[in-house]
């Protein structure tokens, strides 16, 4: 796993290239679904590289799109939800939302982190409310209803919030057993 250092080394030292953090992202994407993987990239310090990413190119869809799928696969393990939250990957995956409403296969990937991110963590649900995502997950499901893929990832992390319309602090912490 010495790519993942490797990665993260040309990402810092190429960060205002657009090609190089979406090829970054799309690699860390793909080496987080597993689970030693997500350890390194975590280890690393994974998360912040992608962050910044996000951060220095908002309006670069494919960044934003590799860079939600690597925060995706990354928020499966509950030690990292709680740092991509700490490092500001909350925000970023809903300015990529307000920002590329239209950016269908960005919207799968971030809804796809939120579901994960607010999967049985209280902390990052209200970080979630507070930083506009669900509004954000409201929108992609009200903009692009034949997208079943995105509305299913938008469905999720709106049940794992557990929040009422009104966002009362009425949520439902447990898992239903079929996911």
């Known amino acids: 796993l010495d790519g993942v250092k490797a990665i993260l080394t040309a990402m810092a030292m190429h960060v205002n290239a657009p090609t190089v953090q979406e090829h970054g992202c799309g690699a860390?994407?793909?080496?987080a679904y597993n689970g030693e993987s997500r350890r390194v990239i975590s280890l690393e310090g994974g998360e912040k590289g992608i962050i910044a990413a996000m951060e220095n190119h908002p309006m670069a869809v494919a960044v934003q799109k590799n860079c939600c799928g690597a925060l995706w696969n990354l928020a499966r393990g509950?030690?990292?939800q709680f740092v991509i939250a700490d490092c500001g990957g909350i925000a970023a995956i809903t300015g990529a939302m307000i920002n590329h409403t239209y950016a269908v296969g960005m919207l799968v990937m971030a809804c796809g982190?939120?579901?994960n991110l607010a999967s049985n963590n209280g902390a990052n649900q209200k970080k979630i409310i507070k930083s506009g995502g669900y509004d954000a997950l409201q929108a992609a499901i009200e903009l692009h209803p034949a997208q079943g893929v995105l509305c299913e990832n938008a469905m999720g992390a709106l049940r794992s919030l557990g929040w009422k319309q009104n966002h009362s602090d009425d949520r439902n912490?447990?898992?239903p057993d079929e996911w």
């Open 113 to 115: 982190a939120l579901w």
């Open 173 to 175: 912490d447990s898992q």
């Open 28 to 31: 860390l994407c793909n080496l």
């Open 78 to 80: 509950d030690h990292n």
